[in-house]
């Protein structure tokens, strides 16, 4: 199992450029996560999915869309990058039956400059 | 609203001994996990040890143990036996059992000394 993976682990843009970082997890969660992580900082919630088809707002979701694919993918998007959002972002997923809390599973991060 | 502190920015250790990493939460849920993930200088997130609140026991896991202290809503890790692989940062996080977010702390930067 590659468990939690994330493309590009790399990327350069420019302000105003647009992209989307890809994930894909194969352990059959039900939820998944993005999270930016700034220096000296935690990893803050950028958006997440309870399940396949619903999605909701973290606690930075401002320049940011996503797309839950299927079970196995999120995507985020950047529809306008901006220096602000030059960060390591990181993807998770995680089971969630009721009742009871899961860790998290995080892909290797993506790296993103915006000059 | 969910929230976790941890109030060592920086902690170091000479190799073989114990450590204690700080973590402090606020929740008004009753039902909830805390979890320790450990991040190395390569940059992924690596899941360590978990306690859920109900959990009457202490979590351990081989060098890892949590001190769960419910009444004063502490979560602290206990490294014991440290290694110079040890040397990493460690976050503190909690999800609240109905809900989807998890929260962490801002981390503690471990390094161990040889």
């Known amino acids: 199992n590659a468990g939690v993976t994330q493309t590009p682990k790399f990327q350069v843009l420019k302000t105003g450029q647009s992209m989307t970082l890809q994930c894909a997890q194969d352990?059959?969660?039900?939820?998944m996560y993005w999270y930016r992580q700034d220096p000296g900082m935690g990893l803050r919630l950028i958006y997440y999915?309870?399940?396949?088809?619903?999605?909701d707002k973290g606690e930075v979701p401002n320049g940011y869309n996503v797309s839950r694919l299927n079970k196995r993918e999120f995507s985020l998007r950047l529809e306008s990058a901006a220096p602000s959002q030059t960060s390591v972002y990181f993807c998770a997923s995680s089971e969630n039956p009721v009742g009871q809390a899961y860790e998290q599973y995080f892909g290797p991060g993506t790296r993103l400059t915006v000059t | 609203a969910q929230k976790i502190t941890q109030t060592q920015p920086g902690m170091f250790v000479q190799e073989k001994e114990a450590v204690t990493l700080d973590c402090t939460y606020d929740?008004?849920?009753?039902?909830?996990?805390l979890f320790w993930y450990k991040q190395p200088s390569s940059g992924e997130m690596i899941f360590l040890i978990y306690q859920g609140s109900y959990d009457q026991q202490n979590a351990t896991e081989g060098r890892y143990s949590l001190n769960f202290q419910k009444a004063r809503k502490s979560a602290n890790l206990v490294i014991s036996a440290s290694q110079l692989g040890d040397s990493a940062m460690y976050f503190c996080a909690m999800r609240e059992v109905y809900g989807q977010n998890f929260v962490f702390g801002p981390g503690t930067r471990l390094s161990v000394l040889p």
């Open positions: 929740t008004s849920d009753p039902s909830y996990g």
């Open positions: 352990m059959n969660h039900n939820s």
């Open positions: 999915s309870a399940s396949e088809g619903t999605t």
